[in-house]
């Protein structure tokens, strides 16, 4: 049954608003997950940061904020700049479950949301980050055919309840304030899709082969 398990969770992504987009029925499907939630980007942003932080008291979660670069631009960021973001923000505990991007991103595309994945994935390969399992967001726009849709042959996927996806819908678009016309509103999922590993090397292999099974 959905909600009743305890865990002590991460989750890691670029940017605030995507720990909504991606997870939040899932964050929210699961009250007795305690959760950390980790934004690279956007920590000195007077709009957005604030935000996230209204956003993680309704998810009943703690969380912390970097300030990465995130010009529109997406100038590459140097791979050892992104994982000590994610060591300085992330409590060095072991946790049950990471959850963060998918290597080829959500969507096409946004190089943050790919690098962020790589960096945790390396992370957890070199044993500098620990966790029982990670999960990696599944979805896809078909090149930017439509928006993101969960991948139906994802190991994890999750049918959101009527109610916990309003809540979600509420938090895009009342706490992050994005207008109903938005992409952000227009994208929110209502049902969210995860791959699944278990262990680093499976990981790691499955990065190197480009994100692909």
């Not at 992370?123 to 029982?132: A, C, M, N, Q, V």
């Amino acid at each position: 049954m959905v909600g009743i398990q305890t865990k002590t969770v991460a989750i890691i992504v670029a940017h605030p608003d995507d720990e909504t987009l991606w997870a939040g029925g899932t964050i929210l499907s699961h009250p007795l997950w305690n959760c950390f939630i980790v934004s690279l980007c956007r920590g000195n942003d007077p709009d957005r940061a604030p935000r996230f932080y209204k956003a993680l008291k309704i998810l009943k979660s703690d969380g912390n904020m970097g300030d990465l670069d995130d010009g529109s631009e997406q100038i590459p960021l140097e791979k050892e700049k992104v994982e000590l973001a994610i060591l300085d923000l992330l409590p060095q505990i072991h946790f049950d479950l990471i959850i963060s991007h998918n290597p080829s991103g959500e969507y096409t595309r946004h190089l943050r949301h790919e690098e962020v994945s790589k960096a945790v994935i390396k992370l957890w390969y070199s044993e500098r980050i620990f966790t029982d399992e990670l999960w990696t967001f599944a979805y896809e726009d078909g090149k930017r055919k439509y928006y993101p849709q969960p991948e139906k042959d994802a190991a994890i996927y999750i049918k959101l309840t009527k109610q916990i996806w309003l809540k979600k819908y509420s938090l895009i678009t009342e706490t992050y304030g994005f207008e109903e016309n938005s992409w952000e509103a227009k994208t929110t999922p209502k049902d969210e899709a995860f791959r699944q590993f278990t262990n680093s090397f499976t990981a790691v292999k499955w990065l190197n082969n480009g994100g692909v099974y």
